[in-house]
């Protein structure tokens, strides 16, 4: 199933949310919203989902026009930041909400629940009430649950965004897994950059209630369409009117015409990378990525002088 | 939705507010001005106000005791608090004249010294049915608001070096002045009307012992012009205070609202 | 004041006004037991307790169905004029109970606006109807401001991941909407049977108080009392039994409080 979304506006009172924005998703691919908060991300989820309706433009899902049909009639699976559990249902029962709903028989739905549970790695706890769950198991159910209903196409509004880093990271690799597993097209919304690059085959990057870029991961941090998309996505000093990201500055302990001088503020060891704070003649602050090794040949030291050279840069016009 | 509700809430009340006009404003102020009438509401709105600020200083004690202290039988006492709520006012009246009416064990001479508890027939009757009436009022607005308290204020200002009792009149005070109010208020607009609870121990002598509502009762009988008219007024009086009290709640309130 | 001396004042306070009096009531009762008895298994009084019983469940079926459509549009409803609602549904908490009768009296009676009923036959005024009309006006809130605080706190999610699961707005609203309030409703219809079966004021006024056929439980207290000449028993048997219930009301506050129901 692929999704279209064509020329989505809608405005809240005098706020527009989304201006004309027109995103194409794949069949089977995995593909990133990402954005700062209010750039849209969620409410173009919501309205491909059906849960909420666009001032203008219209959604397709695998070829059949779908705007102005409610949820129930879209065949979507939506996973909830806070989970929406049913708190009043077992895990059991929240997962097999969707098979009741159609009216499955139920040797089927004991079947699938206990797949789906064996699946996201919550069997034994098929009798247990959210609240007797942590955040990621809470989340995992609410994925089992979406996943129930075998959705032509999955849905998550910032899944882990509630979750703790460690969580976050396990769930990020797994959902990546799952995916691979069983190729539903899957759209997850995430203000996470590095969660958006680890995870999606294809990654739009919005502002504003507008689409900036959308790419592959490493075409989206390499080639950044504007500055934007290359201050959002991984980090980016302007030296002038250009962009440069901190591993792409050299730094040598000599000047040779092309660099700037600096004095070292800090030298924070980051386990395998190094980060140097630089500030140079009139004030401003850089910093620098670098390794270890490099560090160490260098014998990089706080009030050091030293001088740097962008080996790589960006100018956008 | 908003239509039944106009139905089944307004229009009995319009009724009484249009019965109050079927002698016209003449009619209508002779009524309200009568002596007995004059009397009873007099009666109704001192006793309800003496009452709700007893409940008040109490019920605030009584919500601090249960929220910051503990001893055997806390909960059992917490639970009691709601049984005004839970009684029918006719049993309260009941309940109360067991112990403060004609057969009470409370009756003692000691030379010439004389104690009788028997308050019926007495205005201090109606003072105390209101009581036992009002108290969950105040102490279950207050009690949350306790609950909620950061002890780590109290704890500041005591460490600045503020006394027990500068730490309650300028830190907890404030905080729960609000929640107060709100018990306050409702136990007014429950004092003023209340019937059940007094229309036995007081006896209902006119211009004595007799409450609004006590004579509201009787005058509908023979005057239902006049009766609503009574009415009316007693309504504009509960009105009139719930705004006034609402009025110091937005006040005292207002640095919250930022 | 110390803690000791707080301590002292509130439970001192508290014996004096509730306690004390309660137990009173309770000993005076215990005296005559045969007159209680007598009084409570009288056919006027089982009339009466059947009365209540009626109107009571009348009420809080009424007022179940009402306060939960209510604190839905309350909450979620995009009616305007909702806070107005809000106000309204309060009101029958601030308004004395005679004044409530008078206002049935006025509306319902031979002369009223909505008199019709009365003048051809269908008696409300002094008959059942009015007390179950009375009854249901002053129950009116309870309901709803169990369930309004609880709904504003689960918010819609639950229902919009039931939609996307298939269900329809029916289907969401029995499947998830009603069970995950039902302690609030369950606490509601506690607080509503408590004030129906307690109720006075109102119904003294329009029931016209006809022992055996228009008499409630509370009534038939105060006609008990009326009537015992200096014995009390008979007043005391029947309260005693209203108090019993009044317990049982509070024993299940307690209980419920737990489950999540908001006081």
Known sequence: MSIAALRITKRFDDFVALDDVSVDVAKGSLTALLGPSGSGKSTLLRIVAGLESADAGSVVIDGVDVTGRPPQDRGVGFVFQHYAAFKHMTVHDNVAFGLKIRKRPKAEIADRVHRLLKLVQLEGLAKRYPSQLSGGQRQRMGLARALAIDPAVLLLDEPFGALDARVRAELREWLRRLHDETHTTTVIVTHDQEEAMDVADQVAVMSNGRIEQVGSPRSVYEEPANEFVMTFVGQAHRLGDTFVRPHDLEVTLEPNGATREVMIERVVHLGFDVRVELVDGVGERLSVQTTRDQAELLELAPRQIVYVRPTRHTTFS | MTTFLLVVVVLPIAAVVWKSTGNGWSGFWEVVSSPQAVAALKLSVITATLAVLTTAVFGTIIAWVLVRDSFAGKSLVNAIIDLPFALPTIVAGLVIMALYGPRTPLDVTIGSFHFDADITFTRTAIYVALLFVTLPFVVRTVQPVLIELDRELEDAARSLGASGFTTFRRIVLPAILPGVLSGVAMAFARAIGEIGAIVLIAGNLPFKTEAASIHLFYRIEQDPEGAAAVAVVLLAISFGVLLGIGAVRWHVTRHERG | MGRYGLRVVALGYLTLILIAPLAMMVWRTAEDLDGAWAAITAPDTIAAFELTLKVTTIAVVVNTVFGIICALLIVRGNVPGRGFLNAFVDLPLSLSPVIVGLALITLYGANGWLGWFQRHGHEIVFATPSIVLATIFVTLPFVVREVVPTLREIGTEQEQAAHTLGASGWQA???????????????????????????????????????????????????????????????????????????????????????????
Do not use: C
């Open chain 3, 173 to 263: 609203f029995w499947r998830i909407t009603l069970p995950s309030i039902r302690w609030a409703v369950v606490y509601g219809v506690v607080l509503t049977a408590a004030r129906a079966i307690g109720e006075y004021g109102a119904v003294a006024l329009v029931s016209g108080n006809i022992a055996g056929e228009t008499q409630t439980a509370t009534l038939r207290v105060e006609d008990a009392y009326q009537f015992s000449y200096g014995n009390y028993a008979p007043a005391y048997g029947i309260a005693f039994v209203l108090a019993a219930t009044a317990i049982l009301v509070l024993v299940a506050m307690l209980v419920l409080q737990p489950k999540g129901a908001r006081h």
